[in-house]
């Protein structure tokens, strides 16, 4: 079976589930203890875990009470008697929503069935993992579609920034680590799976170039577990980076990030005291956060981060930061990202480029914008969000030199030369002169279109209508769901 199969099939096991009121962001949490057990035997750690809780343990209880009470039991006490790290983070506070032990039985034997290494196959876990959270993700009523980054999207950053072995690079709203594992999975193609590294280096990737941090525990408990999957010993500290714990993430190289969207609880400002500009709006305290975090004795640190439009407009605050982030870095690139392509729906969103420069101010000299979002497709399930969608930006972007010479000649820097040669008329180029006569906006850089004022940029009527129809059928299922648990 394919990694995509076996994923499926896992998925499907929550069908089997639902009439003991568990959810899918629940079975997920609840398929991620149980792999991780599946997983120590698999990978030869299990010698981590607690005698009494080991999975041939576990799958050799044949009586379904004693299985159950034992598996509780081990949520309840397997972080307080192993000594590794991650496995004490990985079931801090863990607890079952399963109530009829016979699921459990469900779930040990199917996954106990998997062939995790079928026909001498690379090892398919990790891949099975990701295929998961995605699914987890792409369901509405999970709410778990915040904490995931569509994987193109993903890719087509990473590429892009250009990770080299050696540097430090963070994720300061972590999710469920893809940012990371992605650029993580980018260096270990360029390098044989670290084969090609001193056993220093190969040590400093494995356990310190890439972290993050995470508020909730749910996500940070899944990213723990896709880390480990990856190979990864990588610190993911659970956390608010808009605390005073944000204050130690600092001289990074690189940082890859989609913060959070909304504001912050209650219109609160951050707690933490070191930033100029003190706004309760999320995403521009997250900006601030990421464009301070960067090293700046190298003239070459570098960021993408995926922002609303709301960041590119606001007055105000915005406008001060914008100021503050257009003089400390060179913020070369803005892409207009299309809309539909986020589980939550309607949201419009851009990826902002820049590079810390070694001085505080002056070093935005003009911002390219590619405009993804007029014109484009109405992604969804007819029309599959792939990386081929980036590949007229890729080449404006890189000026047609192409990935593999981003890769190996990465210093910082952008040649303008090479951009301006690119004619695509989403490719447009504002001075830093022209920006300021609009009070420092930048919501520019989309192409005036007729057929979009006659529709907006919601797409054609008919996918609008379809839209509509689907999320009417969601919220319905989901209200008799709710009237099932409540009877």
Known sequence: ??????????????????????????????????????????????????????????????????????????????????????????????????????????????????????????????????????????????????????????????????????????????????????????????????????????????????????????????ALMNAKLHGLESPIVMGDSMSELGKTFKNYDGVLANPPFGTKQGGERPSRDDFTIRTSNKQLNFLQHIYRSLRKDTGTARAAVVLPDNVLFEDNDGQKIRRDLMDKCDLHTILRLPTGIFYAAGVKTNVLFFTRAKTETGNTKRVWFYDMRTNAPSYGKRTLFSREAFDGFVKAYTGGIGLEKVAADYDGTIDEEKRKAVKDPRWQVFTREQIAAKNDSLDIGLIEDESMSKNGDLGEPIDIARETIKEIDEIQSALKEMVKLLS
């Open 1 to 222: 079976m394919s990694a995509e199969q076996i994923a499926k099939k896992l998925w499907d096991l929550c069908n089997v589930l639902r009439d003991d009121g568990v959810t899918y962001h629940q079975y997920l949490n609840e398929l991620t203890y149980i792999l991780f057990l599946r997983l120590s035997e698999v990978k030869k750690f299990d010698q981590d875990i607690p005698a009494e809780y080991r999975w041939s343990k576990l799958k050799g209880l044949t009586d379904n009470k004693e299985l159950f009470d034992t598996y509780r039991d081990l949520l309840a006490n397997i972080s307080k008697l192993s000594t590794n790290a991650a496995i004490t983070e990985i079931y801090t506070n863990a607890s079952t929503t399963l109530r009829k032990p016979v699921n459990l039985r469900t779930l040990i034997t199917s996954i106990d069935q998997i062939d995790w290494f079928e026909d001498r196959e690379k090892d398919k876990i990790a891949t099975i993992y990701e295929e998961l959270l995605e699914k987890n993700a792409g369901e509405k009523k999970s709410g778990a579609g915040q904490y995931f980054t569509p994987r193109p999207l993903i890719n087509v950053m990473v590429d892009l920034m250009a990770p080299k072995v050696g540097e430090r690079w963070n994720d300061p709203a972590a999710g469920t680590f893809g940012f990371m594992i992605a650029a993580n999975e980018y260096l270990r193609e360029k390098t044989d799976d670290y084969y090609d590294l001193s056993q220093k280096e190969r040590d400093f990737q494995i356990n310190e170039a890439f972290t993050g941090c995470e508020l909730v525990q749910d996500a940070h408990r899944l």
